[in-house]
Structure formats: C-alpha cells, structure tokens
C-alpha cells in the first residue's frame, strides 16, 4: 500500500456510533492510521509506545478497532489508555481489507495527500 491512496472509508466511532470517522475529514492531515483489536496480543505489546507518542504529541493517531466487540474495546482503551484522537469501528473487517491487512497490529502513515506514505518527511 505505500505510496497508494488510503481506501475510502467511513465507520462508527467506538466512543459514539452516530458518529463517523472518515478518509475525507482526515485528508489534509498527516496522520497515523492504527488497526487493532482487543484480542490481539501484539496490540498490546504495541500499545505502550502508542500512548507514549501520543504523550508526545508529534503526530496525531487515529484508531481502527478491527473485528472486536465495541464493549470490549472501549474496556481495553479505559485499562490501558486512549492513544487515539478517535477510533472507528471496522466490525466486519471490510476496511481492514481494502488496507491489505491481514493480521494486527498494522500502522500506517499518512501524508497530507492522503497517501501512505513511509520513510520520508511528513508533506
């Protein structure tokens, strides 16, 4: 996917589902786009360094909570703490897809352009 346009998207906010989190309202920004579960072991080996930059405040960080439970993932962000600026709900995985995902925890950085992008300064 580097140096592809991120897939269109539009889901749930965890925090409120009548809300949406899309690729239209974050194109302009450059951002990290997160893909994680609360199944997911690795997620939260990862998840310290997260909250971390988020502490730092270098980037903003966006979550996408793949294939969960909404109550579970709220459950895993309130023990663990909440790196994201928001995160929407992929439920069924077809967001993920279309991001090539195919295990989490995945990152990706995305530039102004709303390009994934890696490896280079932030345009």
């Not at 990290?32 to 930059?53: A, F, I, K, Q, T």
């Not at 600026?85 to 995985?93: E, S, Y």
């Amino acid at each position: 996917m580097i140096g592809k346009p991120v897939p269109t998207f539009n889901v749930p906010l965890l925090s409120d589902p009548s809300k949406t989190l899309s690729s239209a309202e974050l194109r302009g920004k450059v951002y990290l786009l997160n893909v994680w579960g609360s199944w997911c072991v690795s997620c939260r080996e990862e998840h310290p360094v997260l909250v971390e930059l988020a502490k730092r405040g270098t980037i903003p960080i966006y979550g996408l909570n793949w294939k969960d439970r909404q109550a579970d993932a709220a459950a895993w962000l309130s023990r663990f703490g909440d790196p994201y600026v928001a995160t929407g709900v992929d439920g069924d995985g077809k967001v993920a897809i279309d991001f090539g995902v195919y295990g989490a925890p995945e990152t990706y950085l995305v530039d102004r352009q709303g390009v994934i992008d890696i490896n280079r300064p932030a345009r």
